[in-house]
């Protein structure tokens, strides 16, 4: 029987292995080739600005103040992008040079990398965005003279594309990005990165808590959601309901929490004084209004207490203080 047993395991694993490999084979995008100008020679700026006049100005852009020692080994100016100008200097026919409106998005991508290869870069073969046929010039304008060479500022340029995050940008609970305070770029990396293109080496709520510190801990009673992952309760992006919870409260609270035992029971009735001399009336409904309409109510540390709670059912972790 453990033969058995064994023999369908084993038999498993190599299916797994077996499948798993094709399917990670046509995942990985093959990397592409970067285009060449056959039998074409180095002509220089000069040359290409007899015609281009109206690229005078690019001396002053980022790329056209490269120095030599930057780009040892490499050409510089606009044949480092275009390729080696001198049969289309003399023919004038746009196929015997580079142009980024003919070629593949994965090209124009490769002419690029050839010389942005460090820090976030080293990451772009498998962002999101390269996965999903996104080019470097669908955001960046090489001859740009704004910074970052953005095509457009943030966050026009990213909600062109991502319209369903503009739309939660537009819910009345969101982070300051619509008011100027904040851009896509304080969290998200979009040249890729190890999680997910976001701008943090190991857990998602690391990023957060740059921000958000006092949510941090260690707390000697931990809220489990909190520590394992913050879009549990949080849509970082903009929510309906407040504090940019994903749900309403008690409605949030309620997919992991049973209801209080207090909801269910039977309120007085009648009119009485409170402690500050006010009128107030109660009915039988009291309990169960007050029990399911805010948990935060009275569980106002959600994040996580170094405090005991003064209740018996929490041992001292229903965070309350």
Not at 35 to 55: F, K, R, S
């Amino acid at each position: 029987m453990k033969e058995k047993v064994l023999v369908v395991i084993f038999a498993g694993l190599f299916i797994i292995l077996l499948y798993g490999g094709c399917a990670r084979e046509g995942f990985v995008r093959k990397a592409a080739v970067i285009p060449i100008v056959a039998g074409a020679g180095y002509t220089g700026n000069n040359i290409c600005l007899e015609c281009h006049d109206d690229m005078v100005g690019f001396k002053k852009t980022i790329h056209g103040r490269i120095a030599d020692f930057e780009v040892v080994g490499l050409s510089k100016g606009c044949e480092s992008c275009h390729g080696p100008g001198s049969i289309h200097a003399e023919d004038e026919d746009p196929a015997s040079i580079i142009s980024f409106k003919d070629i593949s998005k994965g090209e124009a991508s490769a002419v690029c990398l050839r010389c942005h290869t460090s820090g976030s870069l080293m990451d772009w073969q498998g962002s999101e965005h390269s996965l999903n046929d996104v080019s470097c010039i669908d955001c960046h304008r090489a001859h740009s003279r704004t910074r970052r060479l953005l095509a457009q500022s943030e966050p026009k340029l990213c909600n062109n594309c991502h319209q369903d995050i503009r739309a939660k940008i537009l819910y009345p609970s969101h982070h300051p990005i619509r008011e100027g305070k904040m851009v896509c770029s304080d969290c998200h990396q979009a040249h890729g990165s190890f999680l997910t293109n976001l701008k943090t080496e190991e857990r998602l709520n690391d990023l957060c808590f740059e921000c958000h510190s006092a949510k941090q801990g260690p707390f000697v009673f931990e809220h489990e959601p909190v520590v394992e992952n913050c879009t549990i309760c949080h849509d970082a992006h903009g929510t309906v309901a407040n504090n940019l919870l994903v749900q309403n409260e008690p409605f949030l609270c309620l997919q992991c929490h049973q209801f209080h035992f207090h909801a269910g029971k039977i309120g007085g009735e009648g009119t009485s004084t409170d402690v500050y001399g006010r009128s107030v009336t109660s009915s039988s409904q009291s309990m169960t209004m007050a029990y399911t309409t805010k948990c935060t109510q009275c569980h106002s540390e959600v994040h996580g207490s170094d405090l005991p709670s003064q209740s018996v059912p929490g041992q001292g972790g229903a965070l309350t203080r």
